[in-house]
């Protein structure tokens, strides 16, 4: 049915709250068939220029915090504040529509009831690169369709986190208090990136727990080098499952924002986020291009073989190659 439509049609259904529209152009968006390229280009030409209103807010912790529960009751709350909210949950272990997406959708059930809510389960892909490649291009059209604040909920595993980092303007840690472990839990390189670290499950015998990790925390976040100079990372407890605490994140994700817009450094992180997304896509696109060049793919194949059988040492073997690109760019290009 959408492919029926006009990228002006489409976009004007968008704006106008068609949820079964902007789920089909989700869809689209995500599709790797050549034949929706062009449609789903035209839509994001017609998108970019009306987007930039929403909050971009990334979600991340080790399976079990409470992310997909804390979105909740932060969900509810905003909803309650008049707020239209939208999650993109990101699911690294299924490649296609799996179960543990349809699980965590669920999980989320009073918000699915919500009609200011909208959840969109992600695959990530399993390839590096695999959650950012067009989940961008999912929160410009949520953007777009007049979602005040939108969600990115990753699972704490592999790169995803940092990648995610690099999506949203604000980058929120999920944490739980250990016996002691807190700070080894969390992996080198996050704390760096983390403009919000929650300590969950603040609730019942271990409350005392919580309050000595968010201490431990604070402490140690002082001591990793600051993100930007208007901004110091912050630690708090909450219980997402009493729905204690869930005020304070928000008052901290709008302080953030009151400190960094005024200084332009929310715009001017999304242009740099833009650009470096536009350089990898290049990047990608001209090496697989390369690649699949007959001529070189039969070069490489080749090479590929004599370094195997140690004809070739596997110094020449990239000179070849390199040279071989070199020359062939050069003779194709300035024609
Ligand atoms: N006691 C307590 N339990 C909680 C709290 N928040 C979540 N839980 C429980 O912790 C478990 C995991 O919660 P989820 O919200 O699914 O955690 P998640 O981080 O989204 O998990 P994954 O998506 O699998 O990574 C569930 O059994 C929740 O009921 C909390 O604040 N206190
Ligand atoms: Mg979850």
Not at 108 to 135: C, D, K
Not at 153 to 175: H, K, P, R
Not at 267 to 294: C, D, H, S
Request: aromatic fraction near 6%; proline fraction near 3%.
């Amino acid at each position: 049915m959408i492919n029926a439509m006009s990228a002006d049609e489409i976009v004007a259904e968008i704006l106008t709250g068609n949820r079964a529209i902007l789920a089909r152009s989700m869809t689209l968006i995500e599709s790797t068939h050549p034949k929706h390229h062009k449609l789903a280009g035209e839509i994001l030409d017609n998108i970019v220029p009306l987007v930039g209103k929403a909050k971009r807010i990334g979600i991340t912790g080790v399976p079990g915090a409470g992310k997909s529960t804390l979105l909740e009751a932060l969900g509810m709350y905003l909803i309650k504040c008049g707020l239209k909210i939208a999650i993109i949950a990101i699911d690294p272990s299924s490649s296609i529509s799996g179960g543990s997406i349809l699980a965590d959708k669920t999980r989320m059930t009073t918000l699915l009831r919500e009609h200011n809510a909208f959840i969109r389960p992600v695959p990530a892909g399993g390839h590096l690169g695999g959650t950012s490649r067009r989940t961008r291009e999912l929160t410009f059209l949520l953007d777009a369709a007049g979602f005040d604040v939108i969600f990115i909920e990753t699972v704490g595993v592999g790169q995803s986190e940092i990648e995610v980092a690099d999506l949203v303007d604000f980058f929120c840690l999920v944490q739980i208090a250990g016996a002691g472990d807190e700070l080894q839990g969390i992996k080198k390189g996050v704390m760096e990136v983390a403009d919000l670290v929650v300590i969950n499950k603040c609730d019942g015998d271990n409350k005392i727990l919580a309050e000595i990790a968010r201490a431990m925390l604070k402490n140690a976040l002082h001591i990793v080098k600051p993100k930007y100079t208007e901004w110091q990372a912050q630690a708090l407890t909450c219980s997402a499952r009493d729905n204690t605490g869930i005020k304070n994140i928000w008052e901290v994700v709008e302080l953030f924002y009151a400190t960094m817009e005024p200084a332009g450094k929310v715009a001017l992180l999304r242009k740099g986020q833009n650009v470096r997304w536009m350089k990898r896509e290049i990047e990608e696109n001209v090496i697989t291009m390369i690649y699949n060049t007959q001529d070189i793919k039969e070069l490489y194949g080749k090479t590929k073989a004599s370094v195997e059988s140690n004809q070739l040492s596997p110094r020449h073997a990239v000179e070849t190659v390199s040279q071989y690109i070199a020359e062939k760019l050069t003779y194709d290009g300035l024609k």
